[in-house]
């Protein structure tokens, strides 16, 4: 009733959501160069939401080409009549992303010269990916737990950045950088929200 009486005052419903996808095989890990490279377009963009679009765009679509290593998935997330409590939820996600387990990466550090070139290779890949928006959109504003449902909120996500609807973005990722390794004991002890797919 209160959302009806919303719309018809003309008031802008923002929805903010986080979906986390876990990618498990021997062949993930060229993912994780993909979503460093990201980074640090989205860290070189300031902020730029069309620029972290673009971002998110090109994320979206490697993980829909690597949809045969999904193996759990979760989503979560609230929409909002007032913009303040929208902020608020993002940061909240923002924090709770950024804390987990090898999820920011370190553009800092040089490669060490006296590093071996080959790295171990992880089997695990979490990322997670947080949004709000202006409107609606289906196909993520429902539960993500299965591979179709899944395909569709990723698309949804594609469709949001065309339709210039994104007033936030942040995507985290765990392991952050090629020779880490995130194990099966990690993945249940920080992320145990991921339901198998």
Same mark, same amino acid.
Request: glycine share 6%.
């Given at each position: 009733?209160?959302?009806?009486?919303?719309?018809?005052?003309?008031?802008?419903?923002?929805?903010?959501?986080?979906?986390?996808?876990?990618?498990?095989?021997?062949?993930?890990?060229?993912?994780?160069?993909?979503?460093?490279?990201?980074?640090?377009?989205?860290? /070189?963009?300031?902020?730029? =939401? !069309? #620029?972290?679009? &673009?971002?998110?765009?090109?994320?979206?679509? %490697?993980? @829909?080409?690597?949809?045969?290593?999904?193996?759990?998935?979760?989503?979560?997330?609230?929409?909002?009549?007032?913009?303040?409590?929208?902020?608020?939820?993002?940061?909240?996600?923002?924090?709770?992303?950024?804390?987990?387990?090898?999820?920011?990466?370190?553009?800092?550090?040089?490669?060490?010269?006296?590093?071996?070139?080959?790295?171990?290779?992880?089997? /695990?890949?979490?990322?997670? =990916? !947080? #949004?709000?928006? &202006?409107?609606?959109?289906?196909?993520?504003? %429902?539960? @993500?737990?299965?591979?179709?449902?899944?395909?569709?909120?990723?698309?949804?996500?594609?469709?949001?950045?065309?339709?210039?609807?994104?007033?936030?973005?942040?995507?985290?990722?765990?392991?952050?950088?090629?020779?880490?390794?995130?194990?099966?004991?990690?993945?249940?002890?920080?992320?145990?929200?991921?339901?198998?797919?």
């Amino acid at each position: 009733m209160r959302d009806a009486f919303n719309k018809m005052m003309g008031k802008t419903r923002y929805v903010v959501s986080r979906l986390m996808l876990h990618l498990s095989g021997s062949d993930v890990a060229p993912i994780l160069g993909v979503l460093n490279s990201n980074a640090r377009t989205a860290i /070189n963009a300031d902020g730029e =939401i !069309t #620029v972290l679009g &673009e971002v998110l765009v090109e994320i979206c679509q %490697t993980l @829909l080409q690597y949809d045969e290593y999904w193996l759990s998935a979760s989503n979560e997330g609230e929409f909002f009549w007032n913009e303040g409590e929208a902020g608020d939820y993002v940061n909240e996600l923002f924090t709770d992303s950024a804390e987990r387990y090898l999820s920011e990466p370190d553009f800092s550090s040089d490669v060490d010269a006296e590093e071996p070139l080959s790295l171990p290779a992880t089997r /695990n890949v979490v990322v997670m =990916i !947080t #949004v709000a928006y &202006e409107g609606e959109e289906p196909d993520l504003e %429902t539960d @993500l737990s299965n591979i179709e449902a899944l395909k569709y909120g990723l698309k949804g996500l594609i469709n949001l950045n065309y339709k210039e609807k994104y007033r936030a973005i942040q995507v985290h990722f765990s392991p952050a950088r090629l020779g880490d390794e995130l194990t099966n004991d990690q993945l249940l002890q920080y992320y145990p929200e991921l339901i198998p797919l």
